[in-house]
């Protein structure tokens, strides 16, 4: 492939009104941004790339395109990420004559970003670029479950052109898709068809509605530990705090609880891409949305910069760093197997995955309860069912 830097436009921002940080302490001074004057060069020493798609067609939501100028901007006025991540701003990405074109630029550029091991972060653009990622994926012959931070279920039974509200119907329905497993985060069942639920409840999809979520929001983080691609949509955000979307519900997340869930998936251990999309500066009042996805973008980051690769090491047995537990539970032949880390007192469940060899799952310490209590938690059976395709 040709330098991944033509594939872009150089970052272009205006100096804010009003500087709160000093140069050293602002969110530029620790990245390599890509100018008019200088392209970056070795991205494979780069452990994050942030890429701007400016693309609202295919879309019920075309003035996205504007968002990515706009959240950078907010972005850049925040402070620097804790650390020494080494971050590159590749700018934002020329469009393409039609949106396919577009598609198959994108897919061409995370193919790319993945054989660097160079996590992509997406500032879209609307969801309708979303199947991009499917295509890169399948591509690199890499299977992957896709989480979704969003308020609908984006999938219409009649098969109708792929677009923001059914990108999911371009994924599940092509043949040589690598996509195994759908959870989604904060969906509001007065937004969603039944039919559409309970077709993915029947697949075993995790759906968590928001106010669950809420009840119990350190729980979701297990569910991204084990996502390969993690995707949000701004309107999972209620309209009060995100109203620069052209879906808004009254109903959604509050904007602290968006920052935590994406520290969640910067902090996931499997996590090969992030993507945040459908903001719409048009209808943003005084730049609240943008400001916001800004801060989003900045927690998924800071996650990143602090995540401890824990699920490589599960299988070495070491006693200083995990603790193994196992549970008898009544009707079960053998015992469920729990694995708790010491250093970051995440909790995993082991399972036979054929083979002799072993396989980790993701839980958490409520999931451990449950087995104490004599009750074998969903996360188990779905865990299950999933090894065996």
């Not at 800071?302 to 690769?309: D, N």
């Not at 708790?340 to 083979?355: C, F, I, P, Q, V």
């Not at 396989?359 to 188990?380: G, I, T």
């Amino acid at each position: 492939m040709s330098d991944l830097n033509d594939y872009f436009d150089p970052v272009s921002i205006d100096s804010p009104a009003i500087e709160f940080l000093n140069s050293q302490a602002g969110f530029a001074h620790n990245i390599s941004i890509h100018t008019e004057s200088s392209s970056i060069k070795d991205l494979e020493n780069f452990r994050i790339a942030l890429i701007g798609i400016p693309e609202g067609r295919n879309s019920v939501n075309p003035g996205s395109s504007k968002a990515p100028d706009a959240v950078r901007s907010e972005l850049y006025r925040l402070a620097r990420i804790p650390g020494k991540l080494k971050i590159a701003d590749l700018g934002n990405m020329k469009q393409g004559t039609t949106f396919n074109d577009t598609l198959a630029g994108l897919s061409d550029i995370l193919v790319t970003l993945f054989e660097l091991n160079t996590l992509p972060v997406i500032i879209g653009g609307s969801s309708a670029l979303i199947p991009a990622l499917d295509m890169a994926f399948s591509r690199t012959n890499t299977r992957y479950s896709l989480t979704a931070i969003d308020s609908r279920i984006c999938y219409n039974h009649e098969k109708q052109h792929k677009n923001t509200l059914n990108y999911l119907g371009s994924i599940i329905d092509k043949s040589d898709s690598t996509f195994t497993f759908y959870s989604n985060i904060g969906y509001q069942t007065f937004l969603n068809d039944q039919q559409v639920l309970n077709r993915f409840l029947r697949k075993g999809s995790d759906l968590i509605r928001v106010g669950d979520v809420r009840n119990s929001i350190s729980l979701m983080e297990p569910l991204m530990r084990d996502s390969e691609a993690i995707v949000l949509n701004i309107a999972a955000v209620r309209q009060s705090d995100a109203p620069g979307t052209a879906c808004p519900s009254p109903n959604g997340f509050y904007g602290e609880e968006i920052c935590l869930l994406s520290r969640f998936a910067g902090i996931s251990d499997r996590v090969k891409v992030f993507g945040l999309f459908d903001v719409n500066p048009e209808f943003d009042v005084r730049s609240q949305t943008t400001a916001l996805a800004a801060q989003i973008i900045w927690f998924f980051l800071e996650g990143f910069s602090q995540k401890q690769y824990e699920t490589p090491l599960l299988g070495s047995g070491d006693p200083g760093r995990f603790i193994k537990y196992h549970v008898k539970v009544t009707g079960m032949d053998d015992d469920l197997i729990f694995v708790k880390s010491n250093l970051t007192e995440r909790w995993w469940m082991e399972l036979n995955a054929g083979d002799s060899s072993e396989a980790f799952v993701a839980c958490s310490h409520d999931d451990y309860l449950k087995a104490n209590r004599n009750e074998v938690p969903e996360r188990w059976f779905k865990a299950v069912e999933r090894l065996k395709h």
